[in-house]
């Protein structure tokens, strides 16, 4: 059901990976340039590209589980392939960042980078609370 408790942990996921890279920086420069997600859709690198993309998948996905509400099995599913798709972008996010060159393009991380970290924590309670609904529906079908 949509009043449920997990629905509100998919919906702050879908906020930490959809409206968030609007407003927190990934890195900044040594100039001083923030970097956001979107930003990253005009670099040449296919790498690069897929941070954005990422970000906004792992968002719809949320929104998509949330209107899964009648189904918890896909729900839990669906939620798991997005916490892999998480973990893929905290990958592409760590190697990016730690493959710089020292001062010569970065030279402060942002917050951004710890978004993918955040959407899998509430995801993941997100699940546990799925995965007690689930053996509720259950116990009570043993009963009748």
Not at 27 to 56: H, Y
Not at 125 to 144: H, P, T
């Amino acid at each position: 059901m949509i009043q449920r408790i997990q629905t509100l942990y998919m919906f702050i996921a879908a906020i930490a990976s959809g409206v968030f890279i609007f407003f927190f920086s990934l890195w900044k420069d040594v100039s001083g340039n923030e970097f956001l997600a979107l930003d990253l859709l005009g670099e040449d690198s296919f790498l690069m590209k897929m941070i954005p993309i990422l970000f906004l998948l792992s968002a719809v996905m949320s929104l998509l589980s949330i209107s899964m509400f009648g189904t918890r099995k896909r729900q839990f599913v669906l939620n798991r392939l997005n916490i892999l798709i998480n973990l893929i972008l905290l990958g592409v996010l760590i190697y990016h960042l730690l493959t710089l060159s020292g001062e010569a393009k970065v030279s402060e991380k942002g917050i951004g980078a710890v978004l993918p970290v955040i959407v899998i924590l509430f995801l993941a309670i997100a699940n546990r609370a799925i995965k007690k609904d689930e053996d509720l529906v259950k116990s009570v079908d043993r009963l009748r």
